[in-house]
C-alpha cells in the first residue's frame, strides 16, 4: 500500500485540522471496523463523494486495508451522472457527508446500494490495526478513476497496487522527495494529476500533506500568505489557476517554496517564467501525464532548460515514442518511429500503466497495443531526446484544466425528445483557455424548445459541462460512414453566430 511504509500528517489549512500519523493511524482503524461490519470486503468497490478532506484519506487507507477498490466521483456531478457511473461498477457502498444531495442518497438506495454518512465515524476505535485480512496483492484493483462518460457509456481507468507503486517509485527515482517535504493540494482529489501524484506521491512517501477545497478563487488569492504560514514546499497546479494567482495574490517572501509543478493543460513559455519569478523558484516544472498512466510521466527536471511553449522534458519512469502511425489493429511497430524533430503520435510504456477500462475491453485495446499506450497527443522528440507537444488528437475539451468529453454533452441532449442531432466540441477561450460549444438540431426551433432543452440539460449535467456558446442548426455535416466530424461543425460555427441564449431564458413565454 505504501511506497515507504510509512505516511506523513494530514493538515485543513482553513479548518486548523491536523492529524498525524499515529492519529491517523488510530482513525483508520475505526473506520475498518465501521466498514467491516457494513460487510465491505476484498473485491468490493465503495464511491467516496467527498474530497479534498482529511477524511476521505483515510477511508481511501481504510478500504484498501479491506481489500476494496475506490472509486473517487467529482461532487459536481448530477445525481444522473453519479447514479450512471454506479451501474456501471456496482459499488458495495457509498460514503457520502453533510453536503451530499438528498436526491442522491434516495437514488442510490434505489440501485441497492448502501449509503453510510462518513460524519458518523468515530474518532478513535481504541485500539491499532492488527494485519489487514489477508495481504494486499499487486494486481488487485486500487482505484477506478472515470475520465468520461457520466451521461453515457463510463470509461473508467482501473488501477492497481502494482501500477500505483510503480507510479510512485518512479518519481521518487526522477524527482527525489526533498521538495515534496510539505506539499499543498489545491486540485480535486477524483481525479489523476490531484490525487495519484500530487496527494498520494508524497503522503504515502512519509511526507506532510496539506489539503484544501480545491480551485477556491478566495484561497488562491491569498496563496503566497498560506504557502509562508504552513511552510509550503511544493505546489501542483493547472495553468488557469495562475491566471488569479499572479493578478491578485502577492509572492510568498519565506523562502521555503522550492519546487511547482504546472500540468493537466499547456503551459506557455510566458506564463512559465512569471510562475518562476512568483515563486522565486527555477524548479517550475511542467508535468506531462494521462491517467491512463497514473498522471505524470515526463516533465522538465532537466537542468538548465529555458522555458518554452510545448516543452515537456524528460519521461519519469517511462518509455516515450512518437510513432508516424495511431493504427492499433496490429502490434506496436518501433520502425514506425518518427524521425528527430518530425512529429508524430506518442506512444508511452510504462509499467504505471492502468488494467484497462473498467467493463471495456474494446475501449481499452483501442488505445493499448503490445504495452504500449496511445496518447491521443501529437509530439515530437528533439536531439537531446526532449519531448514537445504540438498538438491534440482527442476530442477531449480541457476547460481550465478539467477534461470534459463531448460525447458526454451528446448523449444528454440525444435524450431530449426535441433534438434531432447534437455535436458539442471546444472553442479557445481566454480565461479557461478551452470551453464548450453545441451545434443541435431542434424541432420545432423555437425559443420554448431552446428553454425546454436548457432545463433538461441542468438537470442532467453538471453546470461546468453547460456549453457556454449554443449554435441552432438546420443540420449536422456527416462523413462516409455516417459519422458527424467535430473538427468540421466547429469549422462551420466558426463562421456563425451563436445564439443569445441569456436573452432567451430571460424572455417570458
Known sequence: MFVDAKFGSLTEPLTGRT????????????????????????????????????????????????GASVVPVDTRLTAFEIENLARAVSPHLILVDGETDAGLVSGMTALGVKVVDAEGNAGDSGQRLGNPPSPVRLDDEALILFTSGSTGAPKGVVHTHRSLRARWMALRQSLGVDAYRRTLCLLPTHFGHGLICNCLFPWLSGLDLLVVPPFNPALLMQLGRLVDEHEVTFISSVPSMWELILKVSKAPRSGVLRRIHCGSAPLSAHLWKQIQEWGHTREVFNAYGITETGSWVAGTSMPDFVPEDGLVGVPWGAVISVLKTCDRSGPFDPDARSRTQEAGYIWINTPALMQGYYGRQEATDQVVSGGWFLTGDIGLIDERGWLYLKGRERDEINKGGTKIYPADIDAVVERFEGSKGVCAFGFADPLYGQNVAMAVVLTPND?????????????????????????????????SRGKVSRAVVQQDCAQRTPIDLPAILTTQP
Open 19 to 66: 492529524w498525524n500519523s499515529k492519529e491517523i493511524q488510530w482513525r483508520m482503524a475505526a473506520r475498518v471496523e465501521r466498514y467491516r461490519a457494513e460487510k465491505l470486503s476484498r473485491g468490493d468497490r465503495i464511491l467516496i463523494h467527498y474530497g479534498n478532506s482529511l477524511d476521505f484519506f483515510v477511508d481511501l487507507l481504510a478500504a484498501w486495508y479491506l
Open 447 to 479: 425559443a420554448e424548445t431552446i428553454r425546454r432543452l436548457h432545463s433538461w440539460m441542468k438537470r442532467h449535467l453538471a453546470d461546468f459541462k453547460m456549453p457556454a456558446r449554443w449554435y441552432v442548426v438546420e443540420s449536422l455535416p456527416h462523413d
